[in-house]
């Protein structure tokens, strides 16, 4: 409970949507420039090069979120299969490093948000971190969550035989 209310939900109803608009407007921007038919087709490619990069980076970052859900919600019903914890786990890096990567260019530009918006920023994301790290070290052994795990029945003694 505690990893969705703190880790899951600011981050999904705060950024999900403003990450899609942001990716809607980059996937309209290389549109445009894929049909401006005045520049040669190669500079057209290379102009487009950078929002298909941002669109690549939000297109990460929603699956990450979507498989940080699927990891939390249904750990145990993905944890014994491989391929789908194999996707997860692909999916749950993929969205650790776009987020990452955005704090890592929020500190290194021009611009720092300053101590409020940093604090913004790692209330956001520290969440879904540090929540990802945990999923992805159980996925990775295999295990169920610790909270989650059935109690097994006590060992029969050999007088209740």
């Not at 894929?34 to 941002?54: E, N, Y």
Request: proline content about 6%; some cysteine; charged content about 10%.
């Amino acid at each position: 409970m505690l990893e969705v209310a703190l880790g899951l939900l600011p981050a999904t109803v705060v950024l999900l949507p403003l990450l899609m608009a942001g990716a809607g407007g980059s996937a309209i921007a290389v549109l445009a420039i894929l049909a401006d038919g005045a520049k040669p087709f190669s500079m057209r490619l290379t102009t487009a090069l950078l929002p298909v990069g941002i669109v690549l980076w939000v297109l990460s970052a929603a699956l990450g979120m979507l498989a940080l859900w699927i990891s939390v919600l249904g750990h145990e019903t993905v944890a014994h299969q491989l391929r789908v914890r194999v996707g997860l786990v692909a999916c749950l890096l993929g969205g650790s490093v776009a987020a990452i990567l955005w704090l890592y260019v929020m500190g290194a530009g021009r611009g720092s948000p300053g101590l409020l918006g940093w604090a913004i920023w790692i209330g956001l994301l520290g969440g879904p971190l540090i929540v990802s790290a945990r999923h992805l070290v159980l996925l990775l052994m295999n295990q169920r969550t610790p909270a989650r795990q059935a109690v097994d029945a006590p060992p029969k003694s050999a007088a209740d035989s």
